[in-house]
Structure formats: C-alpha cells, structure tokens
T-cell receptor, first 110, second 115 residues
C-alpha cells in the first residue's frame, strides 16, 4: 500500500517562529488532507489539498502531486499551535481509505 | 465541534470482555470510518461504511466488527478484549467516500483501557 512519511518527527519552536512540515508519499493520490491533533486528542481537519496551494490565516499548504510531497507552513507560531500534525492520503489505486503518516509533534514554547 | 458524536468518551474494562462504541456522523454525511490510534501503530484505518454498506476494510481484527444502521449511526463492537486493544478509537464521517475527494471530520474519540 501507499507509504506516507512525515518530517521532522519532532519540532520545538519559540512563539513567533515560522516552521515547515513535510509529507512525502509513495504513490499518486486522489486525496490528501492535513490534520492537527491538539493536546486534548481532538483531530481537526486543516486542509484538503491533493494538489496546489491553499492558505488559511497563518497556515498555508502546498502539494506538488507530480513530485509526491506536501508542505505545511506555519507562520508566527503560537502556543495553541502545539500538538501533532498528520498528513493523510488516499492513493489513486482506489483503496478508499485515508492512510496517515506518523505525524510531526510540534511544541511551541512561550 | 466537528459535528461527529462519539460515545462513550472513556471506557475501562477487563480482558475477555466485549464493548460497543457508538458514532453519530455529521448531519448529511453518508460515510462513517473507524480508526484506531495507539502509541506504537499510530492512526490505523479499521473499516468504512457508506450508506449502510461496508465499503472498505483495513487492519480490523476478526474479534472486531462494525455496522451502520438505517439512521446512519455506526457501532464498533470489540470482543474478547486483550491488553493490546487499549487505544483511542476514532470515528470520522464524510459526505461521500474519500475516493470522491471528500474531507474527513473526526469525532473526539473513545479512550479504551483494557485492564
């Protein structure tokens, strides 16, 4: 099945810093989504982005489908950005399930 | 609030027992997905139902079963529980299936502890 690798596994920042989280995937995808799991365990859908670029406030994402990667940018980070960021993909092979990476754990210190 | 409701939030039980986890999807969503999150395996897809029918199956054990009812709520049944089944179980929903480019919305999860 499709493989999803996220880097870095852990990231520690000071409030106000910028960061880039990467997601590499091993096959062509129909569907790619980014999620944020907050410290209380809630999984929140950030973006649906199988290709192209989107922005939502301080967060933006770019997926280059032909090169099989996606980048999530967080600017002017805040302590509330802490948590785990997951990339999830569904391959064009039609598995009809989202496969999750292992996530990037982000800690933003005040 | 994602609109996906899961009950109970926490469940503590003993090995060998059987439990049922319940999920109500967002209004209008036809697909329900179950995921298991553990420290060693990460987020693993278990099973998907679409409008009452099983649509996709993942790494779901034979001791586990699920169904989606006519009102579209879903139940995940876990039987002959083992210590290793302790995990956070998520339900998610979408309008259609992910193959039709749908966004997935997760409930707050059920934390299962098997003692």
């Amino acid at each position: 099945g499709i493989q999803v690798e996220q880097s870095p596994p852990d990231l520690i920042l000071q409030e106000g810093a910028n960061s880039t989280l990467r997601c590499n995937f091993s096959d062509s995808v129909n569907n790619l989504q980014w999620f944020h799991q907050n410290p209380w365990g809630q999984l929140i859908n950030l973006f649906y982005i199988p290709s192209g670029t989107k922005q939502n406030g301080r967060l933006s994402v770019t997926t280059v489908a032909t090169e099989r990667y996606s980048l999530l940018y967080i600017s002017s980070s805040q302590t509330t950005d802490s948590g785990v960021y997951f990339c999830a993909v569904e391959s064009k092979g039609g598995s009809e399930k989202l496969v999750f990476g292992k996530g990037t754990k982000l800690t933003v210190n005040p | 609030d994602s609109g996906v409701t899961q009950t109970p939030k926490h469940l503590i039980t003993a090995t060998g027992q059987r439990v049922t986890l319940r999920c109500s999807p967002r209004s209008g969503d036809l697909s329900v997905y179950w995921y298991q999150q553990s420290l060693d395996q990460g987020l693993q897809f278990l099973i998907q139902y679409y409008n009452g029918e099983e649509r996709a199956k993942g790494n779901i054990l034979e001791r586990f079963s699920a169904q989606q009812f006519p009102d579209l709520h879903s139940e995940l049944n876990l039987s002959s529980l083992e210590l290793g089944d302790s995990a956070l179980y998520f339900c998610a929903s979408s309008r259609g299936a992910v193959a039709t480019n749908e966004k997935l919305f997760f409930g707050s999860g059920t934390q299962l502890s098997v003692l």
